[in-house]
């Protein structure tokens, strides 16, 4: 079982910045994606972000050129760098991992971030 705390959440302005940070209880080493969703009241689930094992990043349109996701394999945590932030940013975040352990192929989610950006 692998647990993923995530923080960083929180109001900000339109035009601000938010890091949000997900702490994975499992080496990276059996990893083979990581991500970040988000959901708006009302609306499904959508990826934001993604970083496969092979270091390859995947972005929505919507957030390309404003979020970054990278990932920190000294310490087991991924983070989502979010700048130029805007009212349909808001949503609750979710840090998501898929791993291939034992030939099994296993998702976990974290608890979810709230992310409000005030207009």
């Known amino acids: 079982q692998v647990q993923l705390v995530e923080s960083g959440g929180g109001l900000v302005q339109t035009g601000g910045s938010l890091r949000l940070s997900c702490a994975v209880s499992?080496?990276?080493?059996?990893?083979?994606?990581m991500s970040w969703y988000r959901q708006a009241p009302g609306q499904e689930r959508e990826l934001v972000a993604a970083?496969?094992?092979?270091?390859?990043?995947n972005y929505a349109p919507s957030v390309k050129g404003r979020f970054t996701i990278s990932r920190n394999n000294f310490k087991n945590i991924f983070s989502l760098q979010m700048i130029s932030l805007r009212p349909d940013d808001t949503a609750v975040y979710y840090c998501?991992?898929?791993?291939?352990?034992?030939?099994?192929?296993?998702?976990?989610w974290g608890q979810g971030t709230q992310v409000t950006v005030s207009s």
């Open positions: 499992a080496s990276f080493h059996s990893i083979n994606q």
């Open positions: 970083i496969a094992s092979d270091g390859n990043t």
């Open positions: 998501n991992v898929d791993q291939l352990y034992l030939g099994n192929q296993y998702v976990y």
